[in-house]
């Protein structure tokens, strides 16, 4: 029996294919450090709506970060890069900025004083925040959002990376029962 092992696996290979490390998404992995990023706005950020990470990417939900601001306040740009779209969309005006690590931050509404194609370094002025924003419970909220390609991130992370916490594993020789 153990003669035919080798066949069995080349017949198994062969049905199924190669198993390429590229056919596996990698995880998603945390922008970079805080201290290549600044806030959209000056100032300590109020948060008044939080980001709500989503089932799926086609549900309902908030996809950014709601920043309690003033009518005509200076928005900042988060970090290095490229303003690749500088705009209306829905009625609303919209800035998209393009960073490292495949990173895009968006600011809404804000009138713009950048174009697209335009290079912008953190905290340089990007625009003016506008009125108008739903929902926001002051006279005006900077909707400030995140993604890595087409998944929608925290855009607080930016500038408060996740804290990790290693906890030992169950079972594991050396572990105290009960310790963390």
């Known amino acids: 029996m153990w003669s035919r092992v080798p066949a069995l696996l080349a017949l198994i ?5 190669p198993v390429s490390a590229a056919a596996v998404p990698p995880p998603p ?9 600044t806030g959209p706005l000056d100032g300590d950020l109020i948060v008044t709506r939080p980001f ?3 089932p799926h990417p086609y549900a309902a939900g908030h996809r950014g970060a709601d920043l309690a601001g003033t009518p005509s306040a200076l928005v900042l740009a988060a970090g290095d890069g490229v303003v690749v779209f500088a705009g209306p969309v829905a009625g609303r005006p919209v800035i998209s900025i393009d960073h490292v690590d495949g990173l895009r931050t968006t600011y809404e509404p804000v009138d713009a004083s950048v174009a697209a ?6 905290g340089s002025p990007v625009g003016t925040l506008a009125t108008g924003h739903e929902g ?5 909220c ?12 925290d855009p607080l992370l930016l ?12 079972g594991v020789s ?3 029962p009960g310790s963390r």
């Not at 290979?13 to 294919?17: C, K, N, W, Y």
């Not at 992995?29 to 201290?35: F, K, N, Q, Y």
């Not at 926001?136 to 005006?140: G, K, M, R």
């Not at 500038?159 to 169950?170: A, G, Q």
């Open 52 to 54: 709500e990470e989503l």
């Open 29 to 37: 992995t945390p922008p970079a450090s805080g201290a290549d990023w």
């Open 136 to 140: 926001c419970p002051v006279q005006a």
């Open 174 to 176: 050396g572990a105290r």
């Open 13 to 17: 290979a062969l049905v199924v294919g």
């Open 142 to 153: 900077l909707h400030w959002g995140l993604r890595r390609g087409e998944r929608y991130l």
């Open 117 to 122: 194609g335009q290079v912008v370094a953190r």
């Open 159 to 170: 500038l408060r990376p996740p804290r990790v916490r290693l906890l030992p594993w169950e």
